[in-house]
């Protein structure tokens, strides 16, 4: 990290302070103050805890909000590890921009700004139409089967453009973001960087992705195999392990996670591909999985391991493999109810209800 390249990242990482403790007893005063048995909310209760405890106030916010999807191609896409060919990255993104995908639907719902980043995608869309930033570190990665996906550089590249978009959201008064992925392919160096930093085998952490089975299945447990044995990337060395078998928005998502925690902005994690940008920044710096929210656990079996290394516990469990950011803008709805309650109910005094006995 010579240079100008890797400047923005060393400052970020070196800005992000641990989660306190300072703020929980009055927090947790707070909530059992509300007229409800103390705990009797559940985890919503541990949510509003954590946000008040993230945003360092005994009043957190979940407004105004920010989804951002960060884009970029895989190489390994053209190894027949994905149901669907490469050019669909590029065709999702323009869906995005009319505001026909998932995403855009669940963001609408939830009152959030999308954003879609192309960090790497193969296709030039021009002067670029509101609602995409470009980024663009190279047109795709090389496949992880036979090389690197990146060189060095390009991995802080990545990084940087994430950290740059998300101070872009904390310069708008951004009190809430959920990171997504799009990228054909992008479960495969998910899968590889799982592998990495939990030390757990290829067919452990290799799922189906978009669809495939059989033989097809077998092909891309065999890619990430190849992938590992090819490049022998080093969970000690987390920019080294994403230039090795990573993605271009892998690593831009893991930096917006590093600039969100240096501004104590909570982020909620979406799914396989969002929490591999987790592990990245998190081995970065261990102190950036305080601000980091698992919205949910996707049907991807290498999901599992990846939340559990990083000692997250996802709020929702709805067989969700879309990617997109789609479970982190469902979980938006949990933070503002959490958020609410805190905010809204009525005490015990000021009501003139009875509290408990003894």
Same mark, same amino acid.
Do not use: W
């Given at each position: 990290?010579?240079?100008?390249?890797?400047?923005?990242?060393?400052?970020?990482?070196?800005?992000?302070?641990?989660?306190?403790?300072?703020?929980?007893?009055?927090?947790?005063?707070?909530?059992?103050?509300?007229?409800?048995?103390?705990?009797?909310?559940?985890?919503?209760?541990?949510?509003?805890?954590?946000?008040?405890?993230?945003?360092?106030?005994?009043?957190?916010?979940?407004?105004?909000?920010?989804?951002?999807?960060?884009?970029?191609?895989?190489?390994?896409?053209?190894?027949?590890?994905?149901?669907?060919?490469?050019?669909?990255?590029?065709?999702?993104?323009?869906?995005?921009?009319?505001?026909?995908?998932?995403?855009?639907?669940?963001?609408?719902?939830?009152?959030?700004?999308?954003?879609?980043?192309?960090?790497?995608?193969?296709?030039?869309?021009?002067?670029?139409?509101?609602?995409?930033?470009?980024?663009?570190?190279?047109?795709?990665?090389?496949?992880?089967?036979?090389?690197?996906?990146?060189?060095?550089?390009?991995?802080?590249?990545?990084?940087?453009?994430?950290?740059?978009?998300?101070?872009?959201?904390?310069?708008?008064?951004?009190?809430?973001?959920?990171?997504?992925?799009?990228?054909?392919?992008?479960?495969?160096?998910?899968?590889?960087?799982?592998?990495?930093?939990?030390?757990?085998?290829?067919?452990?952490?290799?799922?189906?992705?978009?669809?495939?089975?059989?033989?097809?299945?077998?092909?891309?447990?065999?890619?990430?195999?190849?992938?590992?044995?090819?490049?022998?990337?080093?969970?000690?060395?987390?920019?080294?392990? &994403?230039?090795?078998?990573? #993605?271009?928005?892998? @690593? +831009?998502?893991?930096?917006?996670? !590093? =600039?969100? $925690?240096?501004? *104590? /902005?909570?982020?909620?994690?979406?799914?396989?591909?969002?929490?591999?940008?987790?592990?990245?920044?998190?081995?970065?710096?261990?102190?950036?999985?305080?601000?980091?929210?698992?919205?949910?656990?996707?049907?991807?079996?290498?999901?599992?391991?990846?939340?559990?290394?990083?000692?997250?516990?996802?709020?929702?469990? &709805?067989?969700?493999?879309? #990617?997109?950011?789609? @479970? +982190?803008?469902?979980?938006?709805? !949990? =933070?503002? $109810?959490?958020? *609410? /309650?805190?905010?809204?109910?009525?005490?015990?005094?000021?009501?003139?209800?009875?509290?408990?006995?003894?």
């Amino acid at each position: 990290m010579s240079g100008a390249a890797g400047e923005s990242l060393a400052r970020t990482v070196a800005g992000v302070e641990a989660v306190g403790d300072a703020l929980a007893p009055a927090l947790k005063a707070r909530l059992d103050s509300l007229t409800k048995p103390p705990g009797s909310l559940g985890r919503l209760e541990a949510l509003a805890l954590a946000l008040g405890r993230m945003q360092d106030t005994v009043k957190p916010r979940a407004t105004p909000r920010a989804v951002l999807v960060f884009a970029a191609d895989h190489g390994v896409a053209l190894d027949g590890v994905s149901a669907y060919p490469r050019e669909v990255t590029a065709q999702m993104v323009l869906n995005f921009l009319r505001g026909g995908a998932a995403v855009n639907v669940l963001a609408r719902q939830a009152d959030a700004r999308l954003t879609v980043v192309d960090v790497g995608v193969d296709h030039d869309f021009g002067e670029p139409p509101p609602g995409l930033v470009i980024a663009k570190v190279r047109r795709g990665t090389d496949s992880i089967v036979r090389g690197p996906a990146m060189t060095r550089d390009e991995a802080v590249r990545a990084l940087e453009a994430g950290i740059r978009v998300a101070e872009g959201c904390v310069a708008d008064g951004v009190a809430l973001i959920a990171a997504g992925d799009m990228g054909i392919g992008n479960t495969t160096p998910s899968a590889a960087l799982t592998a990495c930093f939990t030390g757990r085998p290829a067919a452990e952490v290799t799922g189906p992705g978009t669809g495939v089975a059989g033989e097809a299945l077998a092909r891309k447990v065999a890619a990430v195999e190849r992938a590992l044995a090819a490049n022998r990337p080093d969970p000690a060395d987390p920019v080294g392990a &994403l230039a090795a078998v990573g #993605g271009l928005e892998i @690593g +831009a998502i893991a930096g917006a996670m !590093l =600039a969100a $925690a240096r501004h *104590r /902005v909570p982020v909620l994690v979406d799914g396989f591909i969002s929490t591999a940008g987790a592990l990245v920044a998190c081995a970065l710096c261990p102190a950036a999985a305080g601000y980091l929210i698992a919205a949910h656990r996707s049907a991807e079996p290498g999901h599992r391991a990846a939340l559990a290394h990083l000692g997250l516990v996802p709020l929702l469990e &709805l067989d969700l493999r879309l #990617g997109e950011g789609t @479970g +982190a803008v469902l979980a938006m709805h !949990l =933070a503002e $109810a959490a958020v *609410r /309650v805190l905010d809204e109910m009525a005490t015990f005094a000021a009501a003139g209800v009875s509290e408990r006995d003894g």
